[in-house]
């Protein structure tokens, strides 16, 4: 059975730090792209960051400078390091798996997790 399980969600003031984790299951997490998405509460799921199966992140503009991606591919887990958090970066966040493209003709499919809510606020 594949699972993705996000962790390390929670309440965290303005300024502070958090460390989301995403434990991949059922699938060989280095024949994925790996990716984080948030969603706010009424607005759509927006991409965050990016890590490829060879390490290379890519962050959209308003996190870069602040989080940072990961991947342990022999752990099949994937984070995201979140720094000088804002009360504008809360959400839930999501982990997304999306397999390279030699795996994709294989028939290999996109895998979400549940989900993990963060909460910036005073």
């Known amino acids: 059975q594949v699972q993705l399980v996000e962790s390390g969600g929670g309440l965290v003031q303005p300024g502070g730090s958090l460390r989301l984790s995403c434990a991949a299951s059922?699938?060989?997490?280095?024949?994925?792209?790996l990716r984080w998405y948030r969603q706010a509460p009424g607005k759509q799921r927006d991409l965050v960051a990016t890590?490829?199966?060879?390490?290379?992140?890519d962050y959209t503009d308003s996190v870069k400078g602040r989080f940072t991606i990961s991947r342990d591919n022999y752990k099949n887990t994937m984070y995201l390091e979140m720094n000088s958090l804002k009360p504008e970066d809360t959400a839930v966040y999501y982990c997304n798996a999306v397999p390279e493209p030699y795996f994709r003709d294989l028939g290999y499919v996109e895998r979400w997790g549940q989900g993990t809510l963060v909460t910036v606020s005073a």
């Open positions: 890590i490829t199966s060879g390490g290379n992140a």
């Open positions: 059922g699938i060989v997490s280095s024949r994925y792209e």
